[in-house]
């Protein structure tokens, strides 16, 4: 500290009064020959003056507050307060790990270049049902409306609702044991995850806006729920605002919420994620009876299935003025779809002829 000061003081009484340091010396300014000033590394002594911002240490010109180990290469960039910068890399400053930063000069910031990884990988267009008649998981072609058995549940429950969650999970509601399930697309193994304490829950779905859980319609109770993926365990969001029957649920990232589809006044409706006020959409121009529903991520299409008479259909439904396209006969009393949001290999493969 003391050197530092008086170094400084130095250069100041050096700079401001050199003829009075020197008397032989003319002052800056007379032109009477007076020697150049020395940059950054240049020798230097009692009678050789540096540039400013600069001060004669050890014979050689060195930024105030260095550490005077700068060669005749070195370099100082000036700031336009006044104060200099930190040396571009490369530089025997930088090398060293010498700072030139003073208190006026802005801090230079480092672009971080994060790796995002790859791309999602595309999804192929089907959806899968549990038949509850048989106890079979089903895949469905969406564009023919065809299907196919896949395997087996491990267990007679009936599902009166499925959804995949962001991460491929495959979630079950047990309309039989009112419980959150899990059901391995692959082997139909079925594992319970707990009870949703909020009865029976027709329409479960992804939940775009907290992936750790899943959206829930209760019709017994006309509300809207958040399902603990962990536990199973419901937390009331709000009510729908009137009376849902046989229902529905599913997030559509085209309108960043939920969409639905009530038996009651067979109508689409749009339910608010934050309040769970369930408004009308646009009337559907079929009847309703059970209901399945399902946006799909790789088409951004509505599927839906109902058995308006005594037979299922699978639909596609215009969400814009309401009319549907039947695509083909499902099995049993359609209740229940689930689309993808990501690759599940063993279902992939499976040929829908």
């Excluded at 002052?27 to 009692?46: E, I, M, N, Q």
């Excluded at 089903?138 to 969650?165: A, E, H, M, Q």
Aim: proline letters at 8%.
């Amino acid at each position: 500290m003391f050197r530092l000061t008086a170094t400084l003081s130095f250069a100041l009484i050096s700079l401001a009064c050199p003829s009075e340091i020197k008397p032989g010396l003319p002052a800056p300014g007379d032109g009477s020959g007076a020697p150049l000033k020395g940059k950054v590394g240049a020798p230097c002594d009692a009678s050789t003056l540096c540039e400013l911002g600069l001060v004669c240490e050890q014979n050689t010109c060195v930024p105030l507050g260095g550490d005077g180990n700068v060669d005749a290469g070195a370099s100082v960039v000036v700031h336009p307060d006044g104060g200099t910068m930190n040396p571009p890399t490369g530089t025997p400053q930088a090398d060293a790990g010498v700072s030139l930063l003073d208190a006026g000069q802005e801090t230079q910031m480092v672009e971080e270049v994060l790796d995002a990884g790859p791309p999602p990988e595309p999804v192929i267009p089907w959806l899968l049902s549990v038949e509850n008649a048989s106890d079979t998981l089903i895949k469905i072609d969406t564009v023919t409306g065809n299907w196919t058995p896949l395997c087996l549940l491990s267990t007679t429950d009936s599902y009166n609702s499925t959804t995949f969650g962001f991460d491929g999970t495959l979630y079950g509601s047990n309309a039989t044991q009112r419980t959150l399930d899990i059901i391995d697309p692959c082997t139909c193994d079925v594992t319970e995850i707990g009870p949703t304490n909020w009865g029976s829950i027709p329409g479960i779905t992804a939940n775009g806006d907290k992936i750790e859980t899943l959206f829930g319609l209760s019709t017994s109770t006309d509300k809207l729920v958040t399902l603990d993926i962990e536990t199973g365990a419901g937390t009331e969001v709000g009510p729908l605002g009137s009376n849902f029957l046989n229902s529905g649920t599913t997030w559509a990232e085209d309108i960043n919420g939920l969409y639905s589809i009530n038996s009651n006044n067979s109508s689409l409706h749009n339910i608010d994620i934050q309040t769970g006020f369930a408004t009308v959409t646009v009337g559907l121009d079929i009847a309703v009876g059970a209901v399945g529903i399902e946006w799909h991520p790789d088409d951004h299409k509505l599927y839906f299935c109902t058995d308006p008479s005594s037979l299922s259909y699978l639909y596609e439904v215009n969400t814009t003025d309401g009319t549907t396209t039947q695509l083909g006969l499902l099995p049993g009393r359609c209740t229940n779809l689930a689309a993808p949001w990501t690759p599940v290999p063993c279902v992939d493969e499976v040929v829908v002829e």
